[in-house]
Structure formats: C-alpha cells, structure tokens
C-alpha cells in the first residue's frame, strides 16, 4: 500500500520543497515540478514520462485519489487544511499537490515510427497558451512536442494545470534550433499564418509531419517560414486569426486524423 504518513509541523524538513509554492515557481525546485489537482495527479501517477516524487493532501481530499498507479515508496503525506495553506503560503483550494520529476525517452525514440505527427512551437511564452497548446497534443495524439529556448516551461505549475495533465502524455523537448530539428528527424513542416498559401482544408499531411505555431501577435520567424509549407484557416467578420491554443485544436484535429 502506497505509504500515507500524517505529518502536524508546518517546519517538518520533509515538506520544504512544498514551501512557498508561488516563489519556487520562479526560482525552481531542484529539478523538480510541482502539480495540483485531483484530475492533474492522477494522470500524474499514470504516467510513462515522469516520475512522482511525493504528495501532499488533507486526510478529506485523500479518500478521493486514485492512488492504484502511485508507486508504494511515494510518500504521501497527510496535513490539515490550515497546515497545507500554510506551508504553500496561499490556499491550496484544490486540496492536491505533488512534486514529480520529468523523464521523457530521447527525441529520436519518440519519433521513430514512419507515422508520426509533431506539434512545434516557436517563442510561446505564456503559461496558458502553452497549457492549452499540451492539452491539444494530448488530445489529439501528437507524438512530441519540440520548443525553442523562447518558449517557456511547459512544466511551470499553471500550465500543467491548464493543460490537465496532458503535459504528462506528451513528451516534449527544448531543442537549439528547430529548422534543423525538422531536418534532422525528417519532418515536413506546416507553418500556420493568416497569410499561409493553402486553407487548412486544402492539406493533405506527410506521413512524418511537424505543425508549426508562433507566439501571438509576431508569429513564426522569416527563417521558419521559409522552411514550412503554410497554412491559412480562412474567417469571416474580418478576423485573420485565433488564440495560438484554439488554432492548434483545430488544425491538429484536422492532420492527425
């Protein structure tokens, strides 16, 4: 049985990484992220690309996770609802926290079958956008996730919660250059802009294909670009474009089926 182990200090040494959950957000846990909510560990504990490190919980929210995926030497430790609050510095309403640790399959591994669809991000910085762009890959049963060093962490605590989890699903990998990654792993890129040269509608995917997203507003680099064949989703009432998150529901809907 998965070891519960009741703790009542707020200082006890075994909690610090759950100390001041806001500030570590900023400067980092060792390594480590932190998740929260129910629906969010659960796929925690299932899942091929991490590995849970320790719970937090109260003896309430407790009787309601599914532990049955959780290895039995994740410590899961027990504390009353002020105690959590206290020791996160702000009210845990979700009742739920974990630290884990991301230990993702190498990039050619997770791209090696001759189908493969590749979501590709460029310059995505904000939690949100890049919570909802993991939960579609998820979705939608993308392979991998490659992003450049302007994109930020996909594993920063608001964007696993907005993606649900999906972030646990999907491996995803910082990569130096993303031109040459799509070289490298033989990719055909399709770069989504309101002045791309085919309507969505219009592509029919490669069989090893990468869809390529920029931030909101500049969008994808000239050089990237160049390297795409680009995509327009066509619009009424004189909007070129979407929120980056709904546009890649749509498209990857549309290529990886």
């Given at each position: 049985m998965?070891?519960?182990i ?6 006890d040494?075994?909690?610090e990484?759950f ?11 060792a ?9 969010v ?14 719970v937090?919980t109260?003896l ?9 995926a959780l290895?039995?030497e994740?410590?899961?430790y027990?504390?009353?609802?002020g105690?959590?609050d206290?020791?996160a ?6 009742g ?6 991301y230990?993702?399959?190498a ?13 590709v991000?460029s310059?995505?910085?904000n939690t949100d956008n890049?919570g ?7 979705a939608f049963g993308?392979d991998?996730?490659?992003?450049d060093?302007?994109?930020c ?7 696993i919660?907005?993606?649900?989890g999906g972030v ?7 990569v130096d250059d993303?031109t040459?990654a799509?070289?490298t792993y033989?990719?055909a890129p399709?770069?989504l802009?309101?002045?791309g040269a085919m309507?969505?509608?219009?592509v ?9 997203f920029g ?5 994808l680099t000239r050089?990237?670009m160049?390297a795409?064949?680009?995509?327009r989703i066509d619009?009424?009432?004189g909007?070129d474009?979407?929120n980056v ?7 990857l809907?549309h290529m990886?089926?």
């Amino acid at each position: 049985m998965t070891r519960c182990i009741e703790v009542t200090e707020a200082d006890d040494s075994r909690l610090e990484l759950f100390r001041d959950v806001k500030d570590r957000d900023l400067t980092g846990r060792a390594g480590l992220f932190m998740a929260e909510g129910q629906v969010v560990l659960e796929r925690l504990f299932g899942s091929r690309l991490c590995e849970t490190v320790s719970v937090l919980t109260t003896l309430e929210r407790l009787r309601n996770l599914d532990l049955s995926a959780l290895a039995e030497e994740v410590p899961v430790y027990v504390v009353a609802q002020g105690l959590m609050d206290e020791i996160a510095g702000f009210p845990i309403h979700r009742g739920y926290l974990a630290l884990g640790r991301y230990v993702p399959p190498a990039l050619g591994a997770a791209l090696a079958r001759p189908r493969v669809r590749a979501l590709v991000l460029s310059a995505i910085a904000n939690t949100d956008n890049m919570g909802g762009l993991l939960r579609n890959a998820a979705a939608f049963g993308v392979d991998a996730v490659l992003i450049d060093a302007q994109c930020c962490d996909p594993l920063y605590r608001k964007a696993i919660r907005v993606s649900v989890g999906g972030v646990f699903q999907v491996p995803h990998y910082r990569v130096d250059d993303l031109t040459v990654a799509l070289k490298t792993y033989n990719l055909a890129p399709y770069g989504l802009s309101p002045s791309g040269a085919m309507r969505l509608d219009e592509v029919v995917p490669q069989a090893r294909s990468a869809f390529l997203f920029g931030a909101e507003g500049p969008g994808l680099t000239r050089e990237l670009m160049e390297a795409c064949t680009t995509v327009r989703i066509d619009m009424h009432g004189g909007f070129d474009s979407l929120n980056v998150a709904t546009t890649s529901g749509i498209v990857l809907y549309h290529m990886c089926h």
